[in-house]
């Protein structure tokens, strides 16, 4: 059975268009004047999720994960915010078990007019103790870490590398360390970017999909790090 939402499984031009728009009348009055523009671009969004999230039923347990669970609201939370833009300039979902809060690494999608869209995963902002377990495995067992992110079809697909970088050397761990760039790395989270003319493409869903699976590895491995080592128990 094919669903309304599945039915609208590609991106067009009037929701970009729409995006843009809304960054230069980005005001609830215009919001309100001009929802049905957006409940499309939202239908689009959707499609497109499901499209993805039946992609990647084939190698990532994602059993009861809602399309609506993986999307992002539009509005902004400006509460603390200097700017008081009600709504974002982008559409964006993630996918991981449960949706966008699985609280897992998982799959990020943007998606920005002006060639701003990107698929990226990995280590973002992570809490302190993720981040030692991180620099444990570079110092101790860095060779999986190198295998995955070296590898050429990753590198070919994900060739750029985000996130904070400290300046100074992690306190425990030497300055000539062989491995000190990775070391002083605080995130690590690799994006590959899209054109617009690549979203609007028909296969934009399975284009995710691709990307997903190469970065995958990377995902699992940051994943058992941080969430599935078990700490072997010690006998007094």
């Not at 377990?133 to 070919?156: H, P, T």
């Not at 399975?206 to 990377?218: A, L």
Request: proline share 6%; net charge neutral; charged share 25%.
């Amino acid at each position: 059975m094919i669903t309304k939402s599945a039915s609208k499984a590609a991106f067009t031009a009037p929701t970009l268009a729409f995006m843009r728009d809304l960054v230069q009348n980005n005001n609830r009055d215009w919001f309100h004047a001009n929802r049905p523009r957006y409940d499309a671009a939202k239908a689009e969004l959707c499609g497109v999720i499901e499209r993805v999230l039946a992609g990647l039923s084939p190698f990532e347990p994602l059993a009861n994960t809602a399309v609506k669970d993986c999307i992002f609201r539009i509005n902004r939370d400006i509460r603390f915010s200097k700017d008081k833009a009600p709504y974002k300039s982008n559409l964006a979902f993630a996918i991981g078990p449960g949706g966008r809060h699985s609280g897992r690494i998982d799959y990020y999608v943007h998606i920005q007019p002006g060639n701003q869209s990107f698929l990226g995963a990995g280590m973002w902002q992570p809490i302190p103790a993720n981040l030692a377990k991180f620099r444990q495995e570079v110092d101790y067992n860095v060779g999986e870490l190198k295998n995955i992110i070296e590898a050429d079809e990753f590198k070919a697909y994900f060739p750029e590398a985000a996130g904070e970088v400290m300046k100074t050397t992690p306190k425990g761990y030497p300055a000539d360390h062989p491995e000190i760039d990775l070391l002083r790395r605080k995130e690590l989270f690799f994006m590959h970017r899209y054109t617009d003319k690549e979203v609007l493409k028909l296969n934009f869903a399975d284009e995710i999909v691709r990307g997903s699976r190469i970065i995958k590895p990377y995902c699992d491995l940051l994943n058992y790090l941080f969430f599935d080592e078990k700490e072997e128990s010690v006998t007094l």
